[in-house]
């Protein structure tokens, strides 16, 4: 593993080469990026050791795709037509269906593994990356049976050695159930922000009542629209369907207070306290 | 200030304790709690140094009420019974007009400080006190003139020793805003977490996929409902209005996606993202 390519040097990009940099010693990375600025700043931050072109692909031992979900739709095939017999290409998108069936006809497809770490913050781009990001996190593989098993194994160490856990699971119900405990977050957390923002336009000093469960509760209103509107379009089914469930329960809730069930409300909240429990040990 | 009795040994109660007694190392802290089992807790955990009653109020420096708001209103009026003539007694709810209404009219209403610290943490009871935990955190005082300078003084010092800033503000305004800031904030993510376990109770594997984002935007969902109940109840139209708003954001997100006009969507998330400016160095 000494020629690594990633393609798209942003948080995701950028922390795996911090990771496979400290743990591969001989490994040299190459930076592929839209971005001219980004791809600067990855050779100044060190993250990567050259800029590299799609002409140098032949010659990468593993290829890492992070880039928004809809740019890697169409980059995929591309790069799985350049790389050499040997190249594992990996992709870290957030939605998995989409992008397995842009190659699911490619003649190179046993070289490509479709995964989505779930690890990242609310930051991005190259300054974003941070170290550690993907310890004890869990990756999720796609079609792990359509991927040459050679390859297989080498992103399994790649994956293990960074100190992640695998989990295998069709991209299918990937889409389906990120939808629920990443998507659905993100909108709910982006609404947050943006009622208490209309509400109190006028007035910045409230601000100063929000404490730390208003900051947390609305932390991942900061993230990148690039990255989470293609994510949306990906996923736009199973997210339309979080949402109505998501309205669903809250007008619910406000049904129960405008009929004074104060006792229903206190039900609702102790069986959601079971979340606890369900979080425990996971995170 | 040598004689402290805390009512109500929780999270706010236990944790004022501990910030007291590291300032204050002549402060004895005497500790009421309907709560048997609390309140030994709160001795062994060193919290508090003695048990004591009403009856004891008569010869308390400060009485600091921390109990949930709809209690509070009710044993208010009692504790004002029972000091003495320069006894400060400080409330630490998170509505204020019900506690304010509570005392309007009370003899000793110039003894009573309104005050509503914004800290906290998911946790409750005892166990959950944590030492300097409003260090840096906003204070907000309601009806600051009803009270006797003297004793504003006297609070005033204390609020400061322990590293809060002082806003202030009058009640109605105080529990519109903090609807916005803290009330939704419980609610979306009490929501969001119903939502996702009714989605997911036969398939507890899929937790594995949450992430650092799911973790944050749940994390109030593990509040106690005996805390947060009475606060939905005493704020109850201002939290309908909130909830009112939000479900209107989310509803129309929803159309968007449903119209597939992502660039709307692309739009509505980077308005949003002003949120950051918003936050830094507030929080």
Same mark, same amino acid.
């Given at each position: 593993?000494?020629?690594?390519?990633?393609?798209?040097?942003?948080?995701?990009?950028?922390?795996?080469?911090?990771?496979?940099?400290?743990? !591969?010693?001989?490994?040299? /990375?190459?930076?592929?990026?839209?971005?001219?600025?980004?791809?600067?700043?990855?050779?100044?931050?060190?993250?990567?050791?050259?800029?590299?072109?799609?002409?140098?692909?032949?010659?990468?031992?593993?290829?890492?795709?992070? @880039?928004?979900?809809?740019?890697?739709?169409?980059?995929?095939?591309?790069?799985?037509?350049?790389?050499?017999?040997?190249?594992?290409?990996?992709?870290?998108? &957030?939605?998995?269906?989409?992008?397995?069936?842009?190659?699911?006809?490619?003649?190179?497809?046993?070289?490509?593994?479709?995964?989505?770490?779930?690890?990242?913050? =609310?930051?991005?781009?190259?300054?974003?990356?941070?170290?550690?990001?993907?310890?004890?996190?869990?990756?999720?593989?796609? =079609?792990? =049976?359509?991927?040459?098993?050679?390859?297989?194994?080498?992103?399994?160490?790649?994956?293990?050695?960074?100190?992640?856990?695998?989990?295998?699971?069709?991209?299918?119900?990937?889409?389906?159930? /990120?939808?629920?405990?990443?998507?659905?977050?993100?909108?709910? &957390?982006?609404?947050?922000?943006?009622?208490?923002?209309?509400?109190?336009?006028?007035?910045?000093? @409230?601000?100063?009542?929000?404490?730390?469960?208003?900051?947390?509760?609305?932390?991942?209103?900061?993230?990148?629209?690039?990255?989470?509107?293609?994510?949306?379009?990906?996923?736009?089914?199973?997210?339309?369907?979080?949402?109505?469930? !998501?309205?669903?329960?809250?007008?619910?809730?406000?049904?129960?207070?405008?009929?004074?069930?104060?006792?229903?409300?206190?039900? =609702?909240?102790?069986?959601?306290?079971?979340?606890?429990?369900?979080?425990?040990?996971?995170?």
């Amino acid at each position: 593993m000494n020629n690594i390519h990633i393609i798209g040097i942003g948080l995701i990009g950028g922390s795996l080469a911090i990771d496979i940099k400290s743990k !591969y010693t001989n490994a040299k /990375i190459f930076g592929i990026d839209s971005n001219d600025k980004h791809l600067d700043e990855a050779l100044n931050l060190n993250l990567i050791d050259a800029k590299a072109t799609y002409d140098d692909l032949q010659q990468a031992d593993v290829v890492i795709l992070s @880039i928004p979900v809809d740019k890697a739709i169409v980059e995929l095939p591309k790069v799985l037509d350049k790389i050499g017999d040997q190249t594992l290409v990996i992709d870290v998108g &957030s939605t998995k269906l989409p992008v397995c069936k842009s190659v699911e006809n490619h003649k190179k497809r046993r070289n490509f593994l479709a995964t989505h770490p779930i690890a990242g913050t =609310e930051f991005s781009g190259p300054k974003a990356a941070i170290a550690h990001l993907f310890e004890k996190k869990t990756n999720i593989i796609c =079609e792990v =049976e359509k991927t040459t098993f050679k390859l297989q194994e080498k992103a399994l160490k790649l994956f293990t050695d960074l100190g992640m856990r695998i989990r295998y699971m069709n991209p299918e119900a990937h889409d389906k159930h /990120i939808a629920y405990v990443s998507h659905l977050s993100h909108i709910s &957390s982006f609404m947050l922000g943006k009622t208490v923002i209309e509400k109190e336009k006028n007035e910045r000093d @409230i601000f100063d009542m929000a404490g730390s469960g208003f900051e947390s509760t609305v932390r991942l209103a900061k993230s990148s629209p690039a990255m989470w509107t293609p994510i949306f379009k990906q996923n736009r089914d199973n997210v339309i369907e979080t949402l109505d469930e !998501y309205i669903t329960n809250l007008k619910q809730f406000k049904a129960l207070m405008e009929a004074d069930d104060f006792n229903a409300i206190y039900t =609702e909240m102790e069986n959601t306290n079971h979340i606890k429990d369900i979080l425990k040990g996971l995170i």
